[in-house]
C-alpha cells in the first residue's frame, strides 16, 4: 500500500465513466476539501469500490440524478462519501450481505467485495439510505501518517 491522493485515484477511476453518467441524465459533482491527507491504499482496489458503489448510484436512478463524490478530512481519518439522489434501498435489505440484491440482473457480489477491500485497508463503510431521497455510502480510511 502507498500513500496516494484519494481524489486523484478517484477521478482516474471515473474519467472512462463519464459519459455513461451523462447518457443517464446522471450529474457528477466532486466536494473535496483542499487539505485532504493522503491514504495508504491500493490504487486497484479502491478504484474497484467506487466504481462499484457508482454504478450501483447510477443504477438507483433510471429518470437521472446528481451523484457527489465528497472527501473530507475527519481527525486522523479521511472520509469518502458517494450519495446519489436514486430511489433509496427498501428497510431491511442488508446490502453487505452475500447474493442478496435488489437487481434484476444483480449477482449480490459487489457490496460484500467492496466491504471486503475497505476493511482490508482497516477502513469502515457504512450508509445511510430513505426510500424515494437516494442513498449515501460513508468509507472511512486511516490517513497516512
Known amino acids: 500500500l502507498t500513500g496516494s491522493d484519494l481524489r486523484a485515484v478517484i ?3 471515473l474519467a472512462i465513466q463519464l459519459i455513461v453518467f451523462q447518457a443517464a441524465g446522471v ?3 466532486f466536494d473535496f476539501g483542499d487539505d485532504l491527507p493522503e491514504v495508504n491504499l491500493d490504487a486497484p482496489k ?3 469500490v467506487i466504481l462499484n458503489l457508482c454504478k450501483n448510484a447510477l443504477d438507483a436512478m433510471p429518470q437521472g440524478g446528481d451523484l457527489t463524490i465528497r472527501g ?3 481527525g486522523a481519518t479521511v472520509v469518502l462519501e458517494v450519495a446519489d439522489t436514486g430511489m433509496g434501498m427498501p428497510e431491511g435489505i442488508d446490502p453487505f450481505a452475500l447474493f442478496q440484491t435488489t437487481k434484476v ?3 449480490g457480489l459487489g ?3 467492496v466491504e471486503q477491500i475497505v476493511l482490508a485497508h482497516n477502513g469502515t463503510i457504512d450508509y445511510t439510505s430513505e426510500p424515494g431521497l437516494g442513498t449515501t455510502f460513508k468509507v472511512i480510511l486511516p490517513a497516512a501518517i
Do not use: C, N, R
Open 46 to 48: 479502491i478504484k474497484q
Open 11 to 13: 477521478e482516474e477511476a
Open 111 to 113: 457490496l460484500p467485495i
Open 72 to 74: 473530507y478530512s475527519f
Open 27 to 29: 450529474i457528477l459533482k
Open 105 to 107: 440482473h444483480g449477482s
